[in-house]
């Protein structure tokens, strides 16, 4: 599932950055209202992914595949010119990011839970303060 969380998120990033530029400073009430679903989308599904994925493996991602999405559609809605020096810097984020894809642990699955529903999201034991046997 985190992989299909971070996917939702790249897409509403896309859409949050497009409407950012389409909003014109937020002077555009509709496209502003697309933009702000957009970014809390993104910053939620991007937070869904990051319960199993890495930061480091689910950020880069998040924003390289967002920006590849964002000049590619800007390219086509606002006609904006993808320059050879743009190809160049698109492959080299989606060789990081597949990079990154490749080479990251399988994220756990939420069928690995305990009784109580848990899937290891208390964090670690304090150092400081051990759990008492009471």
């Known amino acids: 599932m985190a992989w299909i969380y971070l996917s939702l998120a790249v897409v509403f990033e896309i859409v949050f950055a497009l409407g950012a ?3 014109h400073g ?3 009430l509709k496209v502003s209202l697309i933009t702000v679903v957009g970014v809390v989308g993104g910053i939620y599904f991007i937070s869904l992914a990051l319960k199993t994925l890495d ?3 689910g ?3 998040w924003t390289g595949a967002g920006a590849v999405g964002t000049v590619i559609f800007g390219a086509l809605i606002f006609k904006e010119k993808i320059t050879p020096a743009k190809v160049v ?5 989606i060789g990081g990011v597949v990079g990154l894809h490749l080479t990251s642990e399988k994220p756990k699955d939420e069928d690995t839970a ?3 529903g848990s899937a290891g999201d208390e964090g670690p034991e304090s150092p400081v303060a051990p759990k ?3």
């Not at 810097?89 to 984020?93: E, L, M, P, Y």
């Open 89 to 93: 810097c698109f492959v080299a984020i």
């Open 132 to 134: 008492s046997a009471s």
């Open 114 to 116: 305990d009784a109580t």
């Open 59 to 61: 950020y880069p991602i």
């Open 26 to 28: 937020f002077t555009k």
């Open 21 to 23: 530029s389409a909003s």
């Open 55 to 57: 930061v480091g493996v």
